[in-house]
């Protein structure tokens, strides 16, 4: 037992605590990175905090996003399994059918924390678990499919992320009564449209231009004047980062093509919604030169082509208005043309323009496809995706709007959960307890206060008449919240605050931290008019001389802020181009009526979205990014806490644990731990209530330690919980092993009983069977031995009815042993199976066709080499054969071409012979002529003539024509004699030769010299001429052994051994 529990505690010491609620030192914010740490290396990502869910992205594939997980998850008690992001998605789900009231699930965290993914992996869990129809298919497919086409048109590669979602999304997904997702709607916040003009290095601009341009159909980019390279796009290259390798722009383009079908776009829409985008990249291409007044003209006529053709502008009128301004003094209106600078600005603020009311248009478009028809009552969970807090070394206009928009949701979540809190302790009879925390209101008032507040001033100096510029704007800041606490500049700092900030700067105090904003630019990106964004004049001077830049550039944009709306969009209103005329309506509000600054357009919509989100449930989803290197396994502490900080984990723990850690309801309770009490165990008769205190009695909990709700029982510190949960998990094991030997034995028995029984009903029908087949082979083994007995006593009779099947046996029988015996050469011919009397004739037919097969067989299968050994061979035979005792003996070895090899021959021969081709060579004994004593020599023949050679002499040549014959007894002896003719008395006589090669010698010198004819076999004695007029003679004879001597009649005598013949 303690074993076991000392098992579970070192595994919960491995893997952290699974909900932070349970953390004993929840306090302290070392123990809570250390938790984070230890769950994070273990591939563990997600960790509660209550029904918050951490997620700390791994940077690597887990493979916990299958449909095999969903299904672990689906119906399952939040708590039940460890933390995970369909718990959150099935729990949020489940609570609205059987509550019936509207949720929201909170996505944030800052850029590449995962939010999107997290979104992503909502949405698939949903669209997996969610009842399936035909129509409720498709608004899955709609919903899902919205996602890679939003991706496109509004995320971008930043240092950060390489798919950073650069706008806010919330997402309503529309639920029936019985859980199918009918519909949906999309809204979107804060689009950085400054994007499409100017990207940081190492930047991309959105996602959707680089997917045109490198995975478009070769026919689309003709027809949008696109080539199928970024380089040549100014939009696009100014990050210097096109290609990026973790983004297939080319797979990316077929999804976001076949996404748009599915979302019903129509082909017209697409085909003008692509025209959009290439001109966008065109117009950044079209470039200005001052001519000889210094105002600005086009020099590329070709760019400005095609942006007319695609948004359906007359060339005039747009270049007018890329050029021009229009200045109205009362009835009169008069063009005034623009500076190189103004020029740019311009196109850059009409391209920013046309791309940010397209998005806007996009998002209604695809709200549009997933509008509900059905006006009954529906459910709806939202997912808000939104940017997190953002802390840059430079901190600019979009950096206030986004840590506004945290500090308000912060505010909401604060409020949220102390009310969740609250009204649960209320609802159960728990006294509640008040929880200190820092309210942040006093930021958020700072912000937005009406006629005080930071907006209300920006606003107000965007607005008024004057010389009004960034530094102005400061001045007012400083002169009406400058005593406010939470707010610092460079003139209201002491000495030593004032070092860390620059005199443009000045410094919140949020409640995730000090953020220091420069002003640089506040002013111009808040109007969001035509051509009055001055970002990219400002953008490009450096942050230590911002004002310098002020000072430079408050001439230019007092000229910019004056210019009139009319000019671009009365020109924009001439578009043919179906998405531009609704981007761009005619009821749209001319210049005499200023429409709202970009701040008061987001603060309205975050007053909205507030609004939205406090009319529903919240669920919360707070993503980590564990390091900026974006690797794998590696965990940065330093960055990490100061997410932690500015996500308000730590002070959303601190709510979860001002009063109880653990709060369960007593069902659960009790089916779960019941087993540690008897009097519980197995089953309990009374109120769940009455069996909770009863088994809490039993552990032993102190009255300080626990409180009973009306529906729950409260614990309030971890350990209790745990030690619980320790005991549970020692009896859940001692349990497990008696129910395991219960039932093994019921299985085992019943199984016992089942098998018997089969048993004997097995036997008893394999009996049967085989008695059956038994009777059935002896009725067919009587027809057949009768048929046998018949067709044999009438074999030899003609073929008939009686016989012919014995006839075929014997047939088959005949010819497969035959199969099995047949001669593997030609030489075993003889060995021919004896056939039946009636297969005789047949087999006499099949032997000569064997025969022919096998011998056609061998002599294909003969080289050249072995076909000229052969006819060695014949022609040995055809001289040899039956005359000569020893020949037999010499059949089975193989001749050679020659049995000296050129380097055993002296040289100096060689040198005298070179004229001639040497055939063959081989050692032998001569015999002297006179005395009869042996010499060694070799014999070589060549082309015309026969050589005696005794190492570097020639002895004796002979002509072939000389040669009058050979003479060889007919008994085993190995002599030949070499007959020459003997005109001249000084000539040497004949040879006498002993040569161990005999019949392969005589063979090739009879082919070398054509003297087939000249080769005798004799008995008894030889004569020889020693010399003309002196004649000898060599007797042979068979005896015991084999002898060379001279006789004493002076005849040289060879005497053999009689060789068996084959």
Not at 338 to 355: E, N, Q, W
Not at 893 to 911: C, G, H, M, W, Y
Not at 973 to 998: A, E, P, R, T
Request: proline fraction near 3%.
């Amino acid at each position: 037992m303690l074993r076991n529990m000392e098992a579970s505690l070192t595994a919960r010491d491995r893997v952290g605590i699974q909900d932070f609620v349970l953390l004993d030192a929840y306090m302290s914010e070392s123990a809570f990175l250390d938790n984070l740490r230890k769950r994070f290396h273990e591939n563990l990502i997600y960790t509660y905090i209550g029904t918050l869910l951490v997620s700390v992205n791994p940077y690597k594939e887990l493979n916990i996003y299958n449909k095999k997980q969903m299904d672990t998850y689906m119906g399952v008690n939040f708590f039940e399994l460890p933390p995970h992001i369909y718990a959150l998605a099935d729990n949020v789900f489940r609570t609205m059918l059987s509550e019936f009231n509207n949720h929201f699930i909170l996505i944030s965290g800052e850029s590449g924390a995962g939010k999107t993914e997290a979104s992503k992996k909502i949405l698939q869990f949903y669209a997996v678990s969610c009842p399936s129809t035909k129509l409720l298919n498709n608004v899955r497919d709609r919903l899902l499919l919205s996602n890679p086409v939003l991706e496109a048109f509004g995320n971008a590669k930043t240092l950060k992320n390489d798919n950073s979602s650069r706008f806010g999304k919330y997402m309503d997904i529309q639920f029936d009564h019985q859980g199918g997702a009918v519909g949906g709607h999309i809204l979107s916040y804060l689009l950085e449209k400054s994007r499409v003009v100017h990207q940081n290095h190492g930047e991309r601009n959105f996602h959707i231009f680089y997917q045109l341009v490198e995975g478009g159909e070769e026919e689309l980019l003709r027809w949008l004047g696109l080539e199928r390279n970024c380089q040549n796009y100014s939009y696009l290259v100014q990050g210097d980062c096109a290609k990026v390798s973790s983004i297939n722009d080319k797979s990316d383009w077929r999804t976001v093509r076949g996404a748009l079908s599915v979302i019903h776009f129509s082909e017209s829409d697409i085909e003008d919604l692509f025209g959009i985008i290439a001109s966008v990249l065109h117009l950044g291409n079209i470039k200005f030169e001052a001519d000889v007044r210094g105002y600005a003209s086009l020099n590329n006529d070709q760019e400005m082509h095609w942006v007319s053709k695609l948004l359906g502008i007359p060339t005039q009128v747009l270049k007018q208005g890329l050029t021009h301004r229009k200045i109205e003094a009362k009835t009169e209106e008069v063009l005034s043309p623009f500076s190189v600078d103004h020029a740019v600005y311009a196109r850059d603020a009409l391209a920013k323009a046309i791309y940010g009311r397209t998005f806007n248009w996009l998002v209604n478009k695809i709200n549009e496809s997933l509008v509900n028809t059905d006006f009954s009552r529906k459910t709806v969970i939202g997912l808000l995706d939104i940017y997190g807090f953002e802390v840059f070394y430079v901190n600019s206009f979009e950096q206030f709007c986004i840590n506004y928009c945290n500090e308000k949701l912060q505010q909401l979540f604060i409020q949220l959960t102390l009310k969740s809190e609250q009204e649960e302790y209320e609802m159960e009879g728990i006294e509640w307890e008040p929880v200190p925390f820092f309210n942040n209101k006093i930021i958020c008032d700072l912000v937005e206060e009406k006629h005080r507040g930071m907006i209300s001033l920006l606003d107000e100096e965007c607005l008024r008449p004057g010389e009004a510029t960034d530094l102005t704007f400061l001045e007012k800041l400083e002169e009406t919240i400058g005593g406010h606490p939470h707010f610092v500049t460079h003139k209201l700092a002491d000495i030593k605050t004032r070092k860390t900030l620059d005199r443009g700067d000045f410094r919140l105090l949020h409640y995730a931290g000090e953020v220091t904003y420069c002003v640089v630019g506040f002013l111009d990106k808040n109007n969001d008019l035509l051509y009055r964004n001055g970002k990219e004049v400002i953008s490009h001077t450096q942050h230590n001389s911002y004002i310098t830049a002020i000072h430079s550039t408050s001439c230019f944009v007092r000229h910019v802020r004056c210019l009139r709306l009319p000019t671009l969009l009365k020109v924009m209103r001439q578009s043919k181009n179906a998405i531009i005329k609704h981007c761009f309506p005619s009821s749209e509000p001319d210049s005499k009526k200023r429409p709202e600054t970009v701040v008061t357009q987001f603060k309205s919509s975050l007053v909205g979205l507030t609004e939205i989100l406090m009319s529903k449930e919240p669920w919360y989803v707070r993503c980590i990014k564990p390091n900026d290197a974006k690797q794998p396994g590696r965990f940065d502490d330093v960055l990490v806490r100061h997410q932690v900080k500015y996500l308000g984990l730590m002070e959303h723990l601190r709510v979860r644990r001002a009063g109880f850690a653990y709060r369960r309801k007593y069902e659960i309770f009790l089916q779960r731990y019941k087993a540690l009490c008897p009097d519980t165990w197995p089953h309990w008769k009374g109120t769940a209530a009455e069996g909770v205190r009863c088994l809490i009695q039993h552990l032993g909990y102190k009255p300080d330690e626990y409180k009973m709700g009306r529906t729950k029982i409260f614990i309030r510190h971890p350990r209790t919980l745990f030690a619980t949960e320790d005991t549970f998990q020692v009896c859940k094991h001692r349990l497990a092993t008696r129910i395991q030997a219960k039932y093994k034995g019921y299985r085992v028995k019943g199984h016992y009983l089942k098998q018997r029984e089969a048993a004997t009903k097995i036997e008893t029908c394999w009996r049967g069977m085989l008695a059956r087949k038994e009777r059935e082979k002896r009725a067919w083994a009587v027809k057949v031995i009768k048929k046998f007995i018949k067709g044999f006593m009438t074999r030899n009779q003609p073929a008939c009815v009686d016989n012919s099947e014995y006839l075929a046996y014997v047939r088959q029988n005949y010819l497969t042993r035959l199969r099995d015996t047949l001669p593997k050469t030609v030489l075993e011919k003889d060995s021919w199976l004896t056939p039946p009397p009636i297969m005789e004739e047949l087999s006499q037919l099949l032997k000569k066709l064997y025969i022919r097969h096998m011998v056609r067989k061998y002599v294909g299968g003969i080289t050249p080499q072995r076909k000229a050994e052969l006819l060695l061979k014949a022609q040995a035979s055809s001289i040899f054969k039956g005359k000569k005792e020893s020949y037999a003996l010499s059949v089975c070895r193989p001749f050679v071409d020659t049995r000296i090899n050129a380097e055993d021959t002296s040289a100096k021969v060689l040198q005298m012979i070179r004229h001639e081709h040497i055939k063959y060579s081989v050692p032998v004994v001569k015999y002297d002529r006179n005395g009869f004593r042996p010499r060694l020599r070799q014999l070589i023949f060549t082309r015309e003539a026969a050589y005696l050679v005794e190492e570097a002499k020639i002895k004796q040549r002979i002509n072939y024509i000389s040669l009058k014959g050979v003479s060889v007894s007919n008994l085993s002896d190995n002599f030949l004699i070499l007959h020459v003719s003997c005109d001249d008395i000084k000539q040497k006589g004949d040879l006498v030769l002993q040569c161990d090669h005999l019949f392969e010698a005589l063979t090739q010198l009879s082919l070398i010299a054509n003297k087939q004819n000249c080769i005798k076999v004799v008995q008894g004695s030889v004569r020889f001429d020693i010399q003309p007029g002196r004649e000898g003679f060599v007797d042979f004879k068979s005896g015991q052994e084999s002898m060379v001597y001279r006789a004493k009649n002076g005849h040289l005598m060879v005497e053999s051994t009689r060789t068996k013949s084959r």
